[in-house]
């Protein structure tokens, strides 16, 4: 076993080797670009890419002429949101999204508020779930858009797509999902889930970091968007700029290893994360996974550890590679906007951990991690007065912290 252990498979995941086998000679001798129609080294290219299409497809749903490659998720959100917004702006500019999206879904929003767009934030249960009821009683007649993530990257909820799908075209209004930590993960297709625009990214499935793909549809409803960036026209003149050809490959090797390994890899995943919990729950009293237990991604365990401080959890775990939250807001203090959206209070928002299980973690990797996890928490308490005031019966809420004046 090697130290550090990694258990942060919701912020990225290591390439897989047989990836990186596939993206190899795109480095070195096929090196064409896909874009160049006059010799073979852009001929070969361009088929690896078409390839790379066909896999993604396969895994998703789509057809291949519906994938449309980007950097990542992020651009595929910024893509997808302020896109469909200015192409159907003369519908309207109301917008539906819930309040436990990953950043880049709340910023592109916040940035089409200033620009004129009205917002709703949909407010989940204490699970993180948002139901199909929720956004048929917020869709408007100037709705363009809802806007909503597949399975959450912090808490690992994954919400009812398909009947929210359903209700969006019942009422003529795009649907776009962030798919980024469902693809590859639990079963997805785009098509029987009526889902008409989505991100996806390959650092998450075991691919390439800086390169991802937004599944735009093509038929019943034909989707379409203003490209965001111009030059040259590429990927149907949805997102112009070179492709990344070696980045693709991998995405796309990526995507069939997971068709081919889905239902291996989520009993594997699944078998790790109770076997960590059922060691910790039972070590640990004043401890909480946070989430939805029913509707949750096999590999993703949030859990609350009261009377502790998750920073110094953090630290006194030093051989577990594990985050607060999400990788791209964990430099912040602030607590996870996703556990408060869900009710969680600030104090025991920040005592959550997020545990990552994954194709690589073993049982040994487990058992190390309960076994640190469980003697951090308890050394940490050791020094709380908050627990043992707790043990003792105190009840928190009613004891006066200051002198009155």
Request: proline content about 3%.
């Given at each position: 076993m090697e130290l550090p252990i990694y258990l942060d498979y919701q912020a990225t995941t290591p390439v897989d080797p047989r990836v990186l086998e596939a993206m190899m000679p795109y480095f070195t001798h096929a090196f064409g670009n896909a874009a160049s129609r006059s010799h073979s080294f852009g001929w070969d290219a361009e088929g690896a890419v078409d390839k790379a299409r066909k896999q993604i497809a396969s895994l998703i749903g789509a057809s291949s002429k519906e994938i449309i490659f980007t950097s990542g998720s992020t651009e595929g959100i910024n893509l997808a949101i302020k896109g469909a917004v200015e192409m159907h702006g003369a519908k309207g500019k109301h917008i539906i999204?819930?309040?436990?999206?990953?950043?880049?879904?709340?910023?592109?929003?916040?940035?089409?508020?200033?620009?004129?767009?009205?917002?709703?934030?949909?407010?989940?249960?204490?699970?993180?779930?948002?139901t199909a009821e929720q956004v048929a009683e917020a869709i408007r007649e100037d709705t363009v858009m809802v806007a909503m993530i597949w399975a959450n990257n912090e808490i690992g909820t994954?919400?009812?797509?398909?009947?929210?799908?359903?209700?969006?075209?019942?009422?003529?209004?795009?649907?776009?999902?962030?798919?980024?930590?469902?693809?590859?993960?639990?079963?997805?297709?785009?098509?029987?889930?009526?889902?008409?625009?989505?991100?996806?990214?390959?650092?998450?499935?075991?691919?390439?970091?800086?390169?991802?793909?937004?599944?735009?549809?093509?038929?019943?409803?034909?989707?379409?968007?203003?490209?965001?960036?111009?030059?040259?026209?590429?990927?149907?003149?949805?997102?112009?700029?070179?492709?990344?050809?070696?980045?693709?490959?991998?995405?796309?090797?990526?995507?069939a290893v997971a068709e081919e390994d889905l239902e291996k890899d989520a009993a594997h995943s699944i078998a790790l994360r109770e076997r960590f919990e059922e060691k910790v729950l039972a070590e640990l009293d004043y401890t909480t996974v946070n989430g939805n237990h029913e509707h949750r991604l096999p590999g993703c365990s949030n859990v609350s550890f009261c009377y502790v401080e998750g920073e110094s959890l953090i630290m006194g775990v030093k051989d577990l590679a594990v985050s607060s939250g999400s990788a791209c807001t964990s430099a912040s203090l602030e607590p996870s906007h996703v556990l408060r959206a869900c009710g969680v209070g600030?104090?025991?928002?920040?005592?959550?951990?997020?545990?990552?299980?994954?194709?690589?973690?073993?049982?040994?990797?487990?058992?190390?991690?309960?076994?640190?996890?469980?003697?951090?928490?308890?050394?940490?308490?050791?020094?709380?007065?908050?627990?043992?005031?707790?043990?003792?019966?105190?009840?928190?809420?009613?004891?006066?912290w200051q002198a009155e004046h």
């Amino acid at each position: 076993m090697e130290l550090p252990i990694y258990l942060d498979y919701q912020a990225t995941t290591p390439v897989d080797p047989r990836v990186l086998e596939a993206m190899m000679p795109y480095f070195t001798h096929a090196f064409g670009n896909a874009a160049s129609r006059s010799h073979s080294f852009g001929w070969d290219a361009e088929g690896a890419v078409d390839k790379a299409r066909k896999q993604i497809a396969s895994l998703i749903g789509a057809s291949s002429k519906e994938i449309i490659f980007t950097s990542g998720s992020t651009e595929g959100i910024n893509l997808a949101i302020k896109g469909a917004v200015e192409m159907h702006g003369a519908k309207g500019k109301h917008i539906i999204t819930t309040l436990v999206e990953h950043k880049a879904v709340l910023d592109t929003c916040k940035h089409l508020e200033k620009q004129g767009c009205e917002v709703t934030y949909l407010e989940p249960d204490s699970t993180g779930l948002v139901t199909a009821e929720q956004v048929a009683e917020a869709i408007r007649e100037d709705t363009v858009m809802v806007a909503m993530i597949w399975a959450n990257n912090e808490i690992g909820t994954v919400n009812p797509i398909r009947e929210i799908g359903a209700v969006c075209h019942e009422r003529g209004v795009l649907f776009f999902v962030d798919g980024t930590q469902a693809v590859g993960k639990i079963p997805v297709d785009v098509g029987a889930d009526n889902v008409d625009l989505m991100c996806l990214s390959g650092h998450k499935i075991y691919g390439p970091k800086g390169v991802g793909c937004l599944y735009v549809r093509r038929r019943n409803p034909r989707v379409r968007i203003v490209a965001q960036m111009d030059g040259g026209g590429h990927e149907r003149g949805m997102r112009s700029g070179t492709i990344n050809v070696p980045g693709v490959v991998g995405l796309g090797a990526a995507c069939a290893v997971a068709e081919e390994d889905l239902e291996k890899d989520a009993a594997h995943s699944i078998a790790l994360r109770e076997r960590f919990e059922e060691k910790v729950l039972a070590e640990l009293d004043y401890t909480t996974v946070n989430g939805n237990h029913e509707h949750r991604l096999p590999g993703c365990s949030n859990v609350s550890f009261c009377y502790v401080e998750g920073e110094s959890l953090i630290m006194g775990v030093k051989d577990l590679a594990v985050s607060s939250g999400s990788a791209c807001t964990s430099a912040s203090l602030e607590p996870s906007h996703v556990l408060r959206a869900c009710g969680v209070g600030d104090e025991l928002a920040h005592s959550s951990i997020r545990f990552g299980f994954g194709r690589m973690t073993t049982e040994e990797d487990v058992d190390f991690a309960a076994e640190q996890v469980i003697s951090a928490v308890k050394r940490l308490r050791e020094l709380s007065p908050l627990y043992e005031m707790v043990l003792e019966g105190v009840d928190l809420s009613t004891v006066q912290w200051q002198a009155e004046h």
